[in-house]
């Protein structure tokens, strides 16, 4: 009983170490700007600004760097509603050191804005 506590135990913490989802290399995709869709996973799955990378708002403080490494980038987030949880974002960053910061609203006024129609 005991080695089967202590095996999983081992397993629920190594999985918090490996994420099961692969780290996409969109930061580096246009010149120095990045888009942040800080809505969950779900909501991104239905859809998304073409290039934007997810993290949703609770996870951007330790996932930022393994994403956006330089603090000089721009950085252009947005969530799933009026910008709420993208200023939360926003403030985190700032905090954080990063220099160019974005709130761009939520995801539905983004793409009226920027004229696109959702895939």
């Known amino acids: 009983m005991k080695r089967i506590a202590v ?7 190594s999985a918090s170490f490996f994420p099961f989802e692969p780290v996409t290399l ?29 993290i949703p708002h609770g996870d951007i403080g330790h996932r930022i760097f393994v994403e ?6 721009e950085v252009h987030i947005y969530d799933g509603s009026q910008g709420t949880f993208a200023g ?10 990063f220099q ?3 709130n761009e609203g939520g995801y539905d006024a ?3 804005k920027l004229s696109l129609s959702e895939e």
């Open 7 to 13: 095996l999983l135990f081992t397993l629920l913490a």
């Open 26 to 54: 969109a930061a580096q995709a246009n010149d120095n700007v990045v888009w942040i869709d800080v809505r969950s996973k779900r909501e991104y799955r239905r859809g998304h600004i073409d290039g934007a990378i997810n």
């Open 68 to 73: 956006v490494p330089d603090t000089f980038t």
């Open 88 to 97: 939360i974002a926003l403030e985190m960053l700032m905090e954080i050191g």
């Open 100 to 102: 160019e910061v974005v």
């Open 110 to 112: 983004l793409l009226e």
